[in-house]
């Protein structure tokens, strides 16, 4: 019923940037948080950042400073603006949308594939 389909992974080398981009599709009446998770290899999946309908952010303190969220909600999008990227930030990325939809009550967690990001040193 929704997609959430993620891009814009890769590798790169520590000190550079990325940018993620994730789209939701589908019946989708109205769409509450939006966020970003991700899981390194061995470790649990762990919050990166999430954004509320109205633009509220809210981000890992690892990611403060260096890592932007935005969303567009006409287009049901988020991104995900990675700058100054190290080594530890190597993970699979998620994109995660919490989706009320056309003709339902209450809201549902949908997410994405995952996208690798590789941060070399």
């Known amino acids: 019923q929704v997609q959430l389909v993620e891009s814009g992974g890769g590798l790169v080398q520590a000190g550079g940037s990325l940018r993620l981009s994730c789209a939701a599709s589908?019946?989708?009446?109205?769409?509450?948080?939006m966020g970003w998770y991700r899981q390194a290899p061995g470790k649990q999946r762990e919050l990166v950042a999430t954004i509320t309908y109205g633009g509220f952010a809210n981000y890992a303190d690892s990611v403060k400073g260096r890592f932007t969220i935005a969303r567009d909600n006409t287009k049901n999008t988020v991104s995900l603006q990675m700058n100054s990227l190290k080594p530890e930030d190597t993970a699979v990325y998620y994109c995660?949308?919490?989706?009320?939809?056309?003709?339902?009550?209450?809201?549902?967690?949908?997410w994405g594939q995952g996208t690798q990001v590789t941060v070399s040193s």
């Open positions: 589908g019946s989708i009446f109205s769409i509450n948080i």
């Open positions: 995660n949308a919490q989706v009320k939809l056309a003709y339902t009550t209450g809201w549902i967690e949908y």
